[in-house]
């Protein structure tokens, strides 16, 4: 690897400055502020209705959470702590901080004279399966145009895609299945989310998120009341909600629930201890914020001290031409060509692992995913190609033809390589309706911003 850091770096110096705008004359060169960013990463922050699963001593174990909630710096032995929530919610470990969060990112690029954004949010849980299995990674996708600059003023939602079990399923903002919380200071898709039980044969499972389908005219009718707390789901009929997760920016939306923070004190009000089957009315359901974080908090835990994190049997290359950066701008992992390792550590499991994947490793996190218009539940449907150079964009190119690197292929991601969507699926092997970003779209100069691999939200250490 080190034997063509030196040819890389040279490829990143003539290829970083071709820019010829996403298909356009006339770029939007005005970038936004950090407290722009963050503004618009909370305005569009999701609400998520989820069925818990606390019977037998289970209490809490359905709350969202940090990676750090255990405040031991180890992410390996998160899914072996996890399985001791119940205890914080009688009361004990009040040296944790669950803080649920969200781990979320923002690009920000020109095309056609306007601005347009992407909006990642990663779903964490510290544990799936049954407590099983490590390292969830549910997470969605919302994509704005026309942004200027005020969040709720000017823009419009493009389309949402939300990950299922590997799939990703895309909708339209129009469709009937995408609904949003709208309130004067956030505009929330509503989602729904599985418990952590792996069961089968039940139809939902394992975390997962789907569309909630329900308008919010109808969930706020009976918010306080005694009926029954349930949401229509995409592809799918009511499910019973005994949590609903809600972003603490949203001033109103949290002020509209009555939502709080986890804390020691008030865990145990805000644990569940209901099973998946039991019904609960509205009034009832448990009501907690969750922050939001950067992926780029996740990305250095792969490359530096990933011994304490990872395993590196699995692994992703990412020619990087800038660091990714803390908050205060300092380099927490360099440029140049970087290993990350991505495989999952266990310290509870008998393997050492379960087999699952980090972020670098993720095709989502460049955009490389098969878009789809309705779940399977198959494993292995993300055929799109984009990392080995056979996904094409609608004009038939791939990722190397666009960054000007076919080496690349197969080989290594580079670091700004992303594809966006148009929220139309198309249904062709290797191919999809959208565009692979050409290089230099995330220059300042060209009206671009690429937070995936920057940090915006305080760590609150």
Do not use: C
């Not at 920016?249 to 089957?277: F, I």
């Amino acid at each position: 690897m080190r034997t063509i850091r030196l040819l890389l770096a040279a490829l990143v110096a003539t290829t970083a400055v071709t820019w010829s705008g996403a298909g356009s004359a006339g770029a939007a060169s005005w970038t936004l502020t950090t407290a722009q960013r963050q503004a618009y990463l909370n305005h569009y922050a999701p609400l998520i209705f989820k069925r818990g699963d606390e019977n037998n001593g289970q209490e809490g174990t359905d709350w969202l959470s940090n990676y750090d909630f255990d405040r031991n710096g180890r992410f390996s032995d998160n899914r072996v702590n996890w399985r001791n929530a119940n205890q914080y919610a009688q009361g004990a470990n009040t040296h944790w901080r669950i803080r649920p969060t969200l781990y979320s990112a923002l690009l920000e690029y020109a095309e056609n004279g306007t601005k347009n954004l992407v909006l990642l949010y990663h779903v964490y849980n510290a544990a799936d399966k049954d407590f099983g299995q490590i390292h969830d990674w549910e997470r969605v996708e919302i994509v704005l145009r026309g942004v200027t600059g005020n969040p709720g003023t000017g823009e419009g939602v493009a389309y949402a895609t939300v990950t299922t079990h590997h799939e990703h399923i895309m909708r339209r903002s129009t469709d009937s299945a995408v609904r949003f919380m709208t309130t004067p200071t956030g505009k929330h898709l509503m989602l729904w989310q599985a418990d952590g039980s792996g069961a089968l044969p039940t139809t939902t499972r394992g975390h997962e998120l789907r569309f909630a389908t329900t308008p919010w005219s109808t969930v706020a009718a009976g918010l306080n009341g005694t009926g029954k707390a349930e949401v229509d789901i995409n592809n799918d009929s009511e499910k019973n909600v005994h949590y609903v997760f809600v972003p603490e920016a949203s001033s109103t939306a949290v002020s509209t629930w009555g939502a709080r923070a986890v804390t020691s004190a008030s865990a145990p009000t805000l644990a569940s201890r209901l099973d998946n089957g039991d019904s609960t009315a509205w009034r009832s359901v448990k009501r907690v914020t969750y922050e939001l974080q950067d992926l780029a908090d996740v990305l250095p835990t792969h490359w530096r001290d990933w011994q304490l994190h990872w395993r590196d049997t699995k692994t992703s290359d990412v020619l990087l031409e800038t660091p990714v950066t803390s908050e205060t701008g300092q380099a927490e992992v360099d440029a140049g060509l970087q290993r990350f390792r991505t495989a999952s550590l266990d310290l509870g499991a008998g393997d050492l692992t379960d087999g699952r994947e980090g972020i670098p490793s993720k095709s989502w996190l460049y955009g490389a995913y098969s878009a789809e218009a309705n779940a399977d539940d198959s494993a292995s449907s993300d055929d799109f190609g984009g990392y080995e150079g056979i996904g094409l964009d609608s004009s038939g190119r791939s990722r190397g033809a666009v960054s000007g690197d076919p080496a690349s292929h197969g080989a290594y991601w580079r670091q700004h390589d992303f594809f966006v969507h148009t929220g139309t699926v198309d249904t062709a092997d290797h191919r999809e309706s959208g565009t692979w970003l050409p290089a230099g779209w995330h220059l300042a100069a060209n009206g671009g911003f690429d937070g995936r691999w920057v940090q915006l939200f305080d760590d609150r250490p």
